[in-house]
């Protein structure tokens, strides 16, 4: 699941936690030069923004931003609205249902 814009992947949240305590919300993969920028919300209640360059000049780079709370539902709401506008229904409910999660945490 999943659906491009531009170079840009938009994919599905993940299900579950990882091994280290991270489940990603909001997923954009680009592939040109490869870089990843991931919304993560973590198991101890936090939240995060983890931007990781894969190729080009900045290769290798992996930047990582805590954010509030606020700004993880904001991010939510703008890819929601991108589903939508894309025609992609199954993926904004999805992503309805972590930013409801979310907001009753």
Sequence with gaps: MGFMVGAWLHDAPDTEY?????????KHLCFGPLET?????????QYCREIHF???IQE????????????????????IVLCRTHGETSLATLLEMEK?????S
């Design 37 to 45: 920028w991931i919304w993560y919300k973590q198991i101890d209640g």
């Design 60 to 79: 290798g780079e992996r930047i990582t931003d805590f954010i509030s709370k606020a700004e993880m539902l904001e991010v939510l709401e703008a890819e």
């Design 18 to 26: 990882n091994a280290v305590g991270r489940q990603a919300v909001v």
């Design 54 to 56: 894969i190729e080009g």
């Design 100 to 104: 409801e999660k979310i907001s009753m």
